[in-house]
């Protein structure tokens, strides 16, 4: 629901393997590989950060509203 209020075309990408997760998913602008309790987010195939479970989607959404 987050997603269908931006106006933009972006590629967002929700891996559930933080080991290839990001290199699967280099062409999205920004997305989230998940593991136990921790995932970490990236930006066009490259780690910009580490977010605990319950901030997942908090912490996604805040770099789509980067973009």
Do not use: S, Y
């Not at 933080?18 to 999205?28: I, L």
């Amino acid at each position: 629901m987050e997603l269908q209020k931006i106006n933009k075309p972006i590629k967002v990408a929700v891996m559930g393997c933080v080991v290839n997760g990001p290199g699967e998913a280099a062409d999205a602008d920004v997305g989230i590989a998940c593991g136990k309790n921790r995932g970490i987010l990236f930006r066009n195939g490259r780690k910009i950060g580490i977010v605990e479970e319950e901030d997942f989607l908090r912490a996604l959404m805040a770099e789509v509203g980067k973009l």
